[in-house]
């Protein structure tokens, strides 16, 4: 019983981080819910040793290829339905700092992977734990992704891959994957 309240607490407080980071409560601190509530849910779970693991280079390698295979379906996906090919909507955006993505988006992409484990320890890592974490991640980007099937179905491939190498290599290596990927989708928007 207390197994299972703890496991509860542990999705409430991520997801309520989530929607915090989502409805923009904190201004540009408003990322560091995600991150926080994130930490907070597995140290709920007793699961911090989670964030002990090292970063792998192999596991980063084998991470970028899943990702390429799931950039090219999601752009596929995109081509076919919606005739362009832009996978992330943000990457079709002009963003003139790099500060921003010193102070948002890494902290907020950082967020997402302990957003992601959380839900996925919460849900006791089976099945239903990449259902769930994945579901939720993309329900997050709704707005975003202006709610569009297609675009979202390519962000469910590219969840899978993230957590897949965080299940096997850790969320150190997951996190990492996940800043550089988003920040190459950014960088040509960036010169």
């Known amino acids: 019983m207390e197994k299972n309240i703890k496991r509860i607490a542990a999705m409430v407080l ?4 989530m929607a915090l980071l989502i409805l923009g409560i904190g201004g540009r601190f408003g990322v560091l819910w995600c991150a926080l509530t994130g930490l907070l849910a597995l140290y709920i779970l007793g699961d911090l040793d989670e964030l002990k693991r090292k970063f792998s280079i192999k596991g980063y390698l084998i991470g970028w290829g899943l990702a390429i295979l799931a950039l090219v379906a999601g752009a596929l996906l995109n081509l076919l339905f919606n005739h ?5 909507p943000t990457a079709g955006a002009h963003i003139a700092l790099w500060l921003m993505i010193i102070t948002v988006i890494i902290p907020s992409l950082i967020g997402e992977e302990l957003f992601t484990l959380a839900i996925f320890k919460a849900c006791d890592g089976g099945r ?3 259902i769930v974490s994945t579901l939720l991640f993309v329900a997050a980007h709704g707005f975003e992704y202006h709610w569009n099937i297609w675009q979202l179905l390519g962000l469910v491939f590219i969840r899978l891959a993230f957590t897949r190498i965080m299940t096997r290599y850790g969320v150190q290596t997951s ?6 990927y988003d920040t190459l989708l950014i960088l040509p928007t960036l010169l």
């Open 128 to 130: 239903l734990g990449w």
């Open 175 to 180: 996190a990492a994957l996940h800043v550089s």
């Open 14 to 17: 991520a997801v309520g981080g």
């Open 84 to 88: 362009h090919a832009i996978a992330n």
